[in-house]
């Protein structure tokens, strides 16, 4: 399971990267997914998100999931390119599969990656 | 074998756990005189008795069996192969229930597939799903597709008042809650105008225009612009089709359409007193995740052999709950393999014959009406198998005289639109031979000159 260092994470299982504003699906969910066959961004460009507010929508051959916001923000890109290739976030959770890019994030009471990695071996057992 | 899952011991043991001494004290707060009511019924009747009282009550229906029929306005009569009926029966088929276990339902989906990639070719769309209950109900899941594809953030449906008024109605039933509204189909005097009044309507807010082909007046429109008018402001166009129709008529696929449905009936299912019948729904593979009901898809199984599946059930609400775009996951299956058998049985020439044949007989006897003194085809438009007639006199009172020489009359065109009085909507199929259509014309002469 890769968790990058550089990355903050959410108890629902999304990352954010404070540097370039990213978020997406961590490699522990879309392994708990398995394969991502559609994915729908919920926001638009120009819009405020919430902390919680459910960003996007993913389906994969056996279940449905929703991924939240990790932060308040404004959303200033999203990742077309989920529609016609949702497996990129099988392949690439932390890479070509982020989902939206917000302007503003603050990091502040996510979890580090220790501690991340930590919380999703307490679930394995 | 009865099958009563508690043994005494287990009963007693529950009755126990609750405080109660008898199961009989589980029904004390009802008076003792209302349970077991003495139902004031006719001596019991042998099975020879039974069933004929029962043929008794049956033969007090008039029938298509015994009748001329030229009754269409959505159910239309058919010649159905006896094979269909055979292949139906079957024991592997005679369920209306969805598989879910491809391990032990390897027919069941292929009929259903088949059915699927069927109904593709017929509307020239890319994807169909596994059925829904009747046409009305297909129209309404096509609405869904369009809110859930939008997001709920276009609020504003454009029906066009040709749309069938039942499929209209349900439409309004389905919907009732969402937030949307329904325009388009207000009561008013040019209600029967075509397509390019309802164009108008088209804005940035519509994520649905809804129209019908044939309409349900009969009539015949190219959608092409109308479907180029919708896309312009970023909305979807569902048309609502008669299949048979197609056969001969250019694909709502080839108009541009982005959702076809229509009511499977005329497809192999009876009339039978106006159901169970038969929705089918095809789309674009663009909106195939926002398409409610099951999919069937092909797949290769572990030994590499061809073989099929229920497919994209994440997207269905038993797993993605309330954004699921509909709460219907089941589907018609024991009506949708009858039209795919019946399909089958007819083949492309087969069924593009019957196409013709009601072309042509309705058309024949359309021409034959028009002569009649007092009565004229309303409008010149093209048709295919069903026409509006303008009549002398209301269209009650004709249908009663009808009657009187064992015809089924026409549809009542009033009854759904008060502004169009005296009008009568006929459908002629291949079941009706030439003489019946001279009887019906000379009949419809005589109604004049009484």
Redesign the interface.
């Known amino acids: 399971m890769n968790i990058p260092g550089n990355l903050k994470y959410t108890e629902s299982d999304e990352w954010f990267d404070p540097s370039s504003g990213k978020m997406g699906l961590t490699d522990y969910a879309q392994e708990q997914l398995s394969d991502i066959v559609f994915a729908e961004i919920l926001v638009s460009e120009g819009d405020s998100i919430t902390k919680g507010q459910a960003m996007a929508s993913v389906e994969s051959v056996k279940a449905a999931a929703e991924t939240y916001s990790a932060v308040d923000g404004n959303v200033v890109e999203i990742n077309e390119e989920l529609v016609d290739s949702p497996e990129l976030l099988n392949s690439d959770p932390f890479g070509a599969g982020w989902m939206v890019k917000i302007e503003g994030g603050d990091s502040t009471g996510l979890m580090d990656a220790s501690a991340y990695e930590k919380y999703c071996q307490e679930r394995s057992q | 074998m009865t099958y009563i899952p508690h043994s005494p011991n287990e009963r007693d043991a529950m009755l126990e756990t609750i405080g109660v001494k008898k199961l009989d004290d589980l029904f004390k707060d009802i008076p003792a005189r209302h349970r077991f009511p003495d139902l004031n019924l006719p001596p019991t009747l042998s099975e020879m008795e039974a069933a004929a009282e029962l043929a008794g009550y049956a033969e007090a229906n008039e029938t298509t069996q015994t009748m001329v029929s030229f009754l269409g306005a959505g159910a239309y009569r058919h010649y159905i192969p006896s094979a269909v009926d055979h292949i139906l029966s079957r024991g592997e088929f005679y369920t209306a229930y969805t598989p879910y276990q491809p391990e032990i339902s390897q027919g069941t989906l292929q009929s259903i597939f088949e059915y699927q990639s069927l109904m593709t070719l017929i509307t020239g769309m890319e994807v169909s799903n596994a059925s829904h209950y009747d046409g009305a109900t297909a129209v309404a899941e096509a609405v869904n597709l369009a809110y859930a594809q939008f ?1 709920g953030k276009r609020t504003k449906v454009i029906v066009s008042p040709s749309v069938h008024p039942q499929y209209r109605e349900t439409l309004r039933t389905y919907t009732q809650g969402m937030g949307l509204s329904l325009v388009g189909d207000d009561a008013r005097d040019d209600i029967d105008s075509g397509p390019k009044e309802i164009e108008t309507l088209i804005d940035e807010n519509t994520a649905l225009v809804v129209v019908q082909y044939p309409d349900f007046f009969g009539r015949i429109f190219d959608y092409t612009e109308l479907a180029a008018k919708v896309h312009q402001t970023g909305g979807l166009i569902c048309v609502a089709v008669n299949p048979t129709a197609l056969a001969i008529l250019k694909t709502p696929g080839e108009m541009g359409a982005d959702i076809v449905v229509g009511e499977g009936q005329p497809l192999g299912i009876p009339l039978s007193f106006g159901g169970p019948y038969l929705g089918f729904f095809t789309t674009l593979k663009k909106y195939i ?1 926002k398409m409610a009901g099951r999919l069937v898809g092909e797949t290769v199984d572990n030994r590499g052999q061809r073989s099929y599946v229920l ?5 269905e609400q038993h ?3 309330d ?1 699921a775009t509909s709460n219907i996951c089941t589907n018609q299956g024991l009506l949708a393999l009858a039209s795919a058998v019946y399909l089958s049985l007819l083949g492309q020439k087969g069924f593009k014959q019957v196409a013709e044949l009601c072309y042509n007989k309705a058309h024949y006897a359309a021409e034959q009406i028009n002569k009649i003194e007092g009565y004229s085809v309303c409008f010149d438009t093209p048709f295919f198998h069903e026409f509006s007639v303008c009549c002398p006199r209301p269209v009650s009172e004709i249908n009663e005289h009808l009657l009187e020489h064992g015809i089924m009359g026409g549809y009542e065109v009033g009854k759904d639109y008060p502004s169009l009085k005296d009008r009568m909507l006929i459908a002629v199929t291949e079941m009706n031979s030439k003489e019946e259509i001279d009887l019906l014309v000379d009949v419809l002469k005589e109604v004049n000159h009484e």
């Open positions: 997001r995740h497919t994209l059930t994440a997207r797993i993605k709950r954004r």
